[in-house]
């Protein structure tokens, strides 16, 4: 039985989960839930998962929630082609970077997250814009200087395949692009951006290329 | 050679480190970086880790970044006791309540989130403290109704040995309890927490235990 992802174009969590499923030649069902309608919250959805969120993988029986998660599992039940690499050392510095996207730059910037800004806090676009572009700046120097300064980096996050990091680079480039933050500061990031981009597996996991798009 | 934790006090995500090294009988060195003081942006801790975030475990020649990473290395090299379980399903579920605070609570409530609100969105101490206890509130939600709700909830999070969800459990309801969020709601979550804390493993990792703290 093949595996069903739910997912919505535009999260970036999902997003990161297609690159995976490709990079891994998984075929899989694409169940669309609208966040921006809400969807997520509607019992419907909930009775199953309950963190409400998405994206969710549903694997026979299980239901695999959070996407940094999902790819573990996907990596432990689907090993080959790897998405970390074999040392330790080199396996922490992959998860480092996927949590440095995970952990401190999507989570300020998710649809939630703005919408408590505007509807609690009183944010124009102006100020949504100014909070955005202020944390993508934050964690992408870190990024640009863990790429920088760890070894490791080569035509992708981690060595000459692509791996879990690119999985996170990718859709948090894309969101910056979206709210026209200044990348010019992160050219090791952007290479890699662009050598991810110029393959298929990324190429088909993209928000326009989603059945839900637009 | 003793492993060396950067490390702050009150940084609930140093207290996560510390509880799964405590976990594993794995001695180390704690090297306390004062947050508050902006300690970790100083070139002499920037050097070395080109996140300038804490914790940071040295470990011989490696530096591991972002503690959800820095447990995952921990298990790779020190694997008992385990605090991930075997199968891949159940590593899956521990990863994703580990996850669901580390990814959906705690960074929006971290030490420069709140003083971006203070400082550029003009929070006082009543706006800081609603933003605080709405994520604690939506975060935990979340995790009792997967408590609730999934299989594996036993003594611990899963299972009836403390893990990898009980280390990101523990340091944000220590962090929940400062900031006065009503957790009665929680009742699944506070059992597995008031069990946690009743061990050594856990206590010697409190804020209050720490050579830095006051």
């Not at 030649?25 to 009775?47: C, D, S, T």
């Not at 996407?67 to 090993?79: K, M, N, Q, R, W």
């Amino acid at each position: 039985m093949a595996m069903k992802l739910y997912t919505y174009f535009r999260s970036s969590a999902a997003f990161r989960v297609r690159i995976a499923l490709n990079l891994k030649g998984i075929a899989y069902e694409a169940a669309p839930v609208h966040l921006l309608k809400g969807e997520q919250n509607e019992p419907r959805y909930m009775q199953h998962n309950p963190q409400g969120l998405v994206p969710a993988l549903e694997d026979g029986e299980q239901l695999i929630l959070q996407s940094g998660a999902i790819i573990e599992y996907l990596e432990e039940t689907h090993p080959a082609p790897p998405l970390l690499p074999t040392d330790a050392a080199g396996r922490a510095r992959v998860r480092a970077l996927s949590q440095l996207i995970a952990c401190e730059i999507h989570p300020l910037n998710n649809l939630r997250t703005l919408k408590y800004l505007r509807k609690h806090l009183g944010q124009d676009d102006d100020g949504i814009n100014a909070w955005y572009r202020h944390w993508v700046a934050d964690g992408l120097g870190k990024f640009e200087r863990s790429l920088a300064e760890t070894a490791g980096t080569a035509a992708f996050c981690h060595g000459d395949a692509p791996g879990m990091a690119d999985c996170h680079l990718v859709p948090q480039i894309f969101n910056a692009q979206r709210y026209q933050c200044d990348l010019a500061p992160f050219p090791i990031t952007m290479g890699v951006f662009g050598r991810c981009v110029a393959l298929e597996a990324f190429r088909k996991a993209e928000p326009s290329q989603q059945p839900d798009a637009n």
